[in-house]
Every structure is written in structure tokens, then in C-alpha cells.
């Protein structure tokens, strides 16, 4: 069973940097996919960045490229999200996700786990 858990939520004034972890465990496939969503209220869930494990292919919403970078570290089974100037509109709650099945192109990411999330805020 995949277990998603996420930490390195936090309050921040604008232009900061926070790092976001997602402890992950359980998987059984060599190539999948992982990412990060955010849901702030009163809207709908929205990607963020997403990783093909295995590949090594990237991508990243528009509203976030150039500020916020998805990494993995293999050993630590974690996945991060480095957020960096950060801006008000970035509050939002954040999930870490995976499609717990093979996947071989980021075209085809569609997960089905998911985690409890974890709070960013960010102040102007």
C-alpha cells in the first residue's frame, strides 16, 4: 500500500523560501509518477510540479516555473518541492501525489494516492 506523508509546511512573508518533503513508501513499480498539487480555499485543486521516478522528466505549472523546483532523493525514498520567492498567492494547502502504476511519460500522470497535506501561507 503507498503511503504518502508530507511535511515542511509553514507561514513565510513574501520572497521567502520554504522546502517542502513527502516521505514515500510502498511502491511496487520502478517507473512512476509523483507530484505536488495545492488547493487554496474556495478554489479547485490545482497541479504544481510533477516527476516521472525512473525517467527523470520534470514539469512544472506556469505560475511556478523559474520559482519552484521538484526533486527525489532515491535513498531517503522522499520527494521534495524548493520553493523560492514566494508570493501571496502562492497560500494554499499542498498535497503530494502519485500514480501508484507504471507510467513512461508525464503526459500520463494521473495519481491515485494522495496525502493529508500540509499548510503553506504566505504573507504579503
Known amino acids: 500500500q503507498v503511503r504518502l506523508v508530507e511535511s515542511g509546511g509553514g507561514s513565510v512573508q513574501a520572497g521567502g523560501s520554504l522546502r517542502l518533503s513527502c516521505a514515500a513508501s510502498?511502491?511496487?513499480?520502478?517507473?512512476?509518477?509523483m507530484g505536488w498539487f495545492r488547493q487554496a480555499p474556495g478554489k479547485e485543486r490545482e497541479r504544481v510540479a510533477s516527476?516521472?521516478?525512473?525517467?527523470?522528466?520534470?514539469d512544472y505549472a506556469d505560475s511556478v516555473k523559474g520559482r519552484f523546483t521538484i526533486s527525489q532523493d532515491n535513498a531517503k525514498n522522499t520527494l521534495y518541492l524548493q520553493m523560492n520567492s514566494l508570493k501571496p498567492e502562492d497560500t494554499a494547502m499542498y498535497f503530494c501525489?502519485?500514480?501508484?502504476?507504471?507510467?513512461?511519460?508525464?503526459?500520463?500522470?494521473?495519481?491515485?494516492?494522495w496525502g493529508q497535506g500540509t499548510q503553506v501561507t504566505v504573507s504579503s
Open positions: 501525489a502519485a500514480q501508484d502504476a507504471p507510467v513512461f511519460s508525464l503526459k500520463y500522470c494521473r495519481p491515485n494516492r
Open positions: 510502498g511502491f511496487t513499480n520502478r517507473r512512476y509518477c
Open positions: 516527476i516521472l521516478i525512473g525517467g527523470g522528466a520534470t
